[in-house]
């Protein structure tokens, strides 16, 4: 049974710094698209950033490209999402999530992961 279970969310000021984890356990596949998504209020859930472990290819919505980078720890399972020069617009529940497979034609789609996380919440105040 596959599980995600983020952690590192929390408060912060405008310009600061936060890196997220995500365990990631009981995964079969060889290869697989892990993506960061993340859910502001009244909003719809959106793609952050993905990784691909195949060969590390990385993506980015063009919202957080520069700011934000996406890394995984082979040996420790576990998926990062560094993030700095935050803004009060970065606010929301960020979920890790897994797919297997190849990032290309999945993300940003939520529907392209089956595995999901339960969230962890950043919050950026101005």
């Known amino acids: 049974q596959v599980q995600l279970v983020e952690s590192g969310g929390g408060s912060v000021q405008a310009g600061g710094s936060l890196t997220l984890s995500c365990a990631v356990s009981?995964?079969?596949?060889?290869?697989?698209?892990l993506g960061w998504f993340r859910q502001a209020p009244g909003k719809g859930r959106e793609g952050v950033a993905a990784i691909y472990t195949g060969f590390i290819s990385t993506h980015y919505a063009d919202s957080v490209k520069g700011r934000f980078t996406i890394s995984q720890d082979n040996a420790k399972n576990t998926l990062y999402l560094q993030m700095s020069s935050l803004k009060p617009e970065d606010t929301a529940i960020y979920y890790c999530?897994?797919?297997?497979?190849?990032?290309?034609?999945?993300?940003?789609?939520?529907?392209?992961?089956?595995?999901w996380g339960q969230g962890t919440q950043v919050t950026v105040s101005s």
């Open positions: 009981g995964f079969t596949a060889r290869r697989y698209c």
């Open positions: 999530a897994a797919g297997e497979g190849s990032c290309t034609g999945r993300w940003p789609r939520t529907t392209g992961f089956n595995n």
